[in-house]
C-alpha cells in the first residue's frame, strides 16, 4: 500500500510538478520536432503514431501534441516508469514496458537512473553517453510486426512511427514490415557524424523514405508512396 502511494506521487510530481504539465507549451519536443509533425498532419484530425523510446508522455515528447489533437498510439519503453507515467496520463493509449529489437529475445538494457532518455539495449552506444557505472539488466525485446500481432492492431496503419531508442533504431526499423505498415512519416534520432552514411538513413532510403527535415539529432523522413 505504502508502495502504491510512493509510486503515485511520484508519477504526479514528475507530471505536474517537475514539467508544469498545466502551463502549455508551443512545442514538447527537444528541437521543434512536434511542431514539423503537426504542420505536416494540419489536415489529419485523427490518426495513429508508434512511439518506440516514449520516455515521457510530455518532457521532450514527439506526439503529445498530436495526442491533444486527437490522435491514439502505441508508446514502448524499456523503463517501467515511463509506462506508468503514460498510463496515468495517456490511458487510451497502448503503453508497453518493453525493448523493440529485430528479434524476439531477452536482451541486455544499459542504464543509470529508472527514468533516462540515455538508456539503451545498444552496448556500444551506452559507453559512449552514460558516466559513470552502467547498470544492465534483462528485458523482453519484440518486433513491431509481433507488437501489432499481439495488440490486435494488423490492419492499422501508421501515419508516424517515432523512433528514440540511444543507437539501435536500425533495428527497430528492421522489425516491421514495410510493405505492410507502410507508415507515412518516421521521425528518428540518429547518432552518426555523417547522417547519409549511417545504415538508418540507407535502410530508409532504400525503403523509398526521402529526408525533409533535420534538427540537432532528430531527422524526418517522407514516405515517397
Known sequence: MLKKIKDKLHILHSIYIKHKYFKNKKTYSMDGEDLVILDYFKNKKEGFYVDVGCYHPIHRNNTFLLYKKGWKGINIDIHSFSIKLFNYLRPKDLNYNFAVSDKIELINMYFQKELSQLSTIDYNQAKKSLQGQIKEKKIQAYTLDEIFKFSNLEDKKIDLLD???????????????FEKFQPELICVEVHDKNLKESETFKLLNNLDYELIWSGVFSHIFKSKH
Open 163 to 177: 523512433i528514440d531508442v540511444e543507437g539501435a533504431d536500425s533495428k527497430v526499423l528492421k522489425s516491421l514490415s
